[in-house]
C-alpha cells in the first residue's frame, strides 16, 4: 500500500463520515424512522442496499474462493438472485398491506404469536452466531492478507482490523439507524462495483484474454464423470452439485433469502410505497446479475493465473488456499491508487453487510420482544432500545471473533448446510401462507417447529459423522448425513409442506377476517386497485430482460 493508496482510502473515508453525520442530522423520532429510514426510500436507495447488503464475506472470500477450487458451481446460488423478482411481484403487495416492521410480526399476523416467536429465535440466533461472525471473520483476514501487515504496535493486525471494522459500523449504525444503511448503500455500491471490475479487466489482462482463462479452467476435472471447472450444469453422481440438486436446492435457498429474510425484505419495506419497493427489487436484481462476473469467475481467474505462472495463490501446505484468491488479486495486479479504490469497495462490502445485520438483528429484538411484551412503551424509548441492542450484538459479534478464528474454515463450510436446513420450513410456512386460505395457525406453527426439529437432526448428524471415523451405517446415517445435501433440502421443503397441509386439515381454518389481504383472493377491490396502479409496462419489460438474461447465463455455460 503506498501513499495515493491510503489518499483514496482516506477520501473513500471522509465521503462516509460526510453521509453519516448528514444522516444523524435528521431526526429519528419514532420505531419507523429508525428501523425503515422513516418508509421514504427510493428505488435507488433500496436496490444498492440490497446488493450491498448481500455482498459479504461469503463473496468476497467464499464465492472467489469457489471459483478458484471448483469452478461454475456456485454459480447457480448467485443467479438465483432473479427470485428478488419473486419479492416485489408477488411479495410486496401482502407485506405493504400487512403493515409490518418485521418477518416474524408477518407471521403473527398470518398464522399466531408462537409462530412470530419461532422465527425471531431462529433469526437471531443464526444472525448472531453464522452472518455476523463469518463476516466479521472475514474482514480480518481479507484486510490481513491484503494491507500485508501480520502485527501493528505488538498486536495481531488481523484483531485489529476486525475489531475495527466492528466498532466503526456499529457507530453509524446505532447514531443513523435504517437511514445510515441506505444512503450509505448508495456511496459503496458503485464503488465495491468500479473496484471488482477493475480486478476482472487486469485478471483477464494477465492471463491473456477469456479463452485463456477458459483453457486453463476447462483442463482441471472435477469429478470422475468428465466434468470440467467451467460446466455449470454437473452430472446426476456428482457427490456434491448433482444438476438437478443445485437447481432445486439453490431455489429453495435462493426463495427463502430473497422473499422471506428480514435482512434482505427490511430495505423492501422501507419504500415509501409499492411501486419504489417492486422497482427497488428490480434495480437490485440487475446488480444481482453481476456478482458471477465480478466475483466468482475472478477466482477462476486467479486459478488460471497460478497454472500459468506456478506461483500465484499461496499454499496450505501442498494444498491451494483457494480462499486468498480475491484479496491476492488485489495484492498482486492493482497499482497505486487503484488498490485503494478497491480496497474501500471491499470495507464497503463488508461494511455494509454488517451495518445491515446489526440493523435487522436490533430491529428483531426491539419489535418482536421489546414492544411486543411491552406495547405502551413511548417511540424515543423504542429507539434507545434499539440503539442499546445494536451494542449488544457487536459485543456478541466481538466475543464470538475468538471461536471463529480457532476454527476458521470449518465453521466456514457448514454455512451453506446452516442455509440448506434452514430455508425449507421458513419456505414453507410463508409459501402455503399467501397461496392457500386454508393453511391454519397451527398449520404453520408445525411447519416451522418440523424445519428446525429436522434440520438440527441434520446438523447434529452432520458433526457426529464428520467427526466419528467408525460410526456404523444404517439407515440414519443414510438420510441425515449421506443423502446429497441440495436433495435434502428439496424433500425437507415438501415435507414441511406436507406436515402445513395435513396440520392444517385436522384443525380449525382462519377467520376470513383475519386473512384479509394476506393471502391470494382475499384482497379488497381498493388493495387490488392500489396494487395494479404501482406498475407499469415498463416494470414488466426489465423483469423480462432480467429473465432473458439469466436464461442466457445458463445456456453458454451449460
Not at 471473520?137 to 466492528?166: H, M, P, R, S, T
Not at 422471506?260 to 437490485?284: C, H, M
Request: hydrophobic fraction near 50%; glycine fraction near 10%; charged fraction near 15%.
Amino acid at each position: 500500500m503506498l501513499l495515493l493508496d491510503w489518499i483514496v482510502i482516506g477520501a473513500f473515508c471522509l465521503a462516509l463520515i460526510g453521509i453519516v453525520l448528514w444522516v444523524v442530522s435528521q431526526k429519528n423520532d419514532n420505531s419507523a424512522d429508525y428501523f425503515l429510514g422513516g418508509k421514504d426510500a427510493t428505488w435507488i436507495a433500496i436496490g444498492a442496499s440490497i446488493f450491498s447488503s448481500n455482498i459479504g464475506s461469503e463473496h468476497l472470500i467464499g464465492l472467489a474462493g469457489a471459483g478458484a477450487s471448483s469452478g461454475m458451481a456456485m454459480a447457480h446460488w448467485e443467479i438465483q438472485g432473479w427470485m428478488i423478482l419473486i419479492l416485489g411481484w408477488v411479495f410486496v403487495p401482502f407485506y405493504a398491506r400487512s403493515m409490518v416492521y418485521t418477518m416474524p410480526e408477518f407471521l403473527e399476523r398470518r398464522y399466531n404469536p408462537q409462530s412470530r416467536t419461532i422465527l425471531s429465535i431462529i433469526s437471531l440466533i443464526s444472525y448472531v452466531l453464522t452472518k455476523v461472525a463469518v463476516t466479521v471473520y472475514a474482514g480480518g483476514l481479507v484486510f490481513q492478507q491484503v494491507f500485508g501487515i501480520d502485527e501493528l504496535w505488538g498486536i495481531d493486525f488481523f484483531w485489529i482490523a476486525a475489531i475495527g471494522l466492528v466498532l466503526i459500523t456499529a457507530l453509524y449504525t446505532v447514531f443513523g439507524g435504517m437511514k445510515s444503511v441506505l444512503y450509505t448503500s448508495v456511496l459503496q455500491t458503485p464503488i465495491l462495483l468500479l473496484g471488482s471490475i477493475i480486478i476482472l479487466v487486469l485478471g483477464l489482462k494477465e492471463v491473456g484474454g477469456w479463452d485463456q482463462m477458459l483453457e486453463y479452467c476447462s483442463a482441471k476435472p472435477v469429478n470422475e464423470y468428465g466434468d470440467k471447472m467451467t460446466d455449470l450444469i454437473r452430472d446426476l453422481r456428482d457427490p456434491q452439485y448433482p444438476w438437478l440438486g443445485a437447481l432445486v436446492g439453490s431455489a429453495v435457498i435462493g426463495f427463502w433469502y430473497w422473499c422471506t429474510d428480514q435482512y434482505i425484505v427490511q430495505r423492501v419495506l422501507s419504500g415509501k410505497d409499492e411501486r419504489e419497493a417492486r422497482r427497488g427489487t428490480i434495480f437490485g436484481a440487475y446488480l444481482k446479475l453481476l456478482p458471477v462476473f465480478i466475483f466468482l469467475i475472478p477466482g477462476m481467474i486467479a486459478y488460471a493465473i497460478h497454472v500459468k505462472t506456478g506461483s500465484f495463490l499461496p499454499l496450505n501446505g501442498e494444498v491451494l488456499n483457494s480462499d486468498a484468491a480475491f484479496p491476492t488479486l488485489v495484492a498482486k495486479l492493482l497499482p497505486a491508487g487503484v488498490k485503494g479504490l478497491v480496497v474501500c469497495g471491499i470495507l464497503a462490502a463488508l461494511m455494509s453487510s454488517l451495518a445491515s445485520l446489526f440493523n435487522s438483528s436490533a430491529m428483531l429484538f426491539t419489535i418482536d420482544f421489546y414492544k411486543r411484551f411491552r406495547p405502551d412503551t413511548e417511540e424515543k424509548k423504542l429507539v434507545r432500545v434499539g440503539q442499546m441492542a445494536t451494542v449488544v450484538i457487536v459485543v456478541l459479534g466481538i466475543l464470538w471473533i475468538p471461536i471463529m478464528r480457532s476454527i476458521g474454515n470449518v465453521l466456514y463450510n457448514y454455512l451453506q448446510d446452516v442455509q440448506s436446513v434452514l430455508a425449507p420450513g421458513i419456505a414453507a410456512v410463508f409459501l402455503l401462507g399467501i397461496c392457500w386460505k386454508r393453511a391454519s395457525a397451527k398449520g404453520g406453527q408445525w411447519g416451522l417447529l418440523s424445519g428446525i426439529i429436522i434440520g438440527l437432526t441434520r446438523l447434529g448428524a452432520k458433526v457426529y459423522y464428520s467427526n466419528v471415523a467408525d460410526a456404523s451405517d444404517n439407515w440414519f446415517k443414510q438420510i441425515f448425513f449421506d443423502f446429497n445435501w441440495l436433495y435434502f433440502c428439496g424433500v425437507m421443503l415438501i415435507v414441511c409442506c406436507l406436515i402445513v397441509v395435513v396440520v392444517s386439515l385436522f384443525t380449525e381454518a382462519p377467520e376470513p377476517e383475519k386473512i384479509k389481504g394476506l393471502v391470494f383472493g382475499s384482497a379488497t377491490p381498493e388493495q387490488r386497485a392500489t396494487t395494479r396502479a404501482s406498475w407499469n409496462k415498463w416494470d414488466v419489460i426489465h423483469t423480462i430482460i432480467i429473465l432473458g438474461i439469466t436464461v442466457a447465463f445458463y445456456a453458454y455455460f451449460w
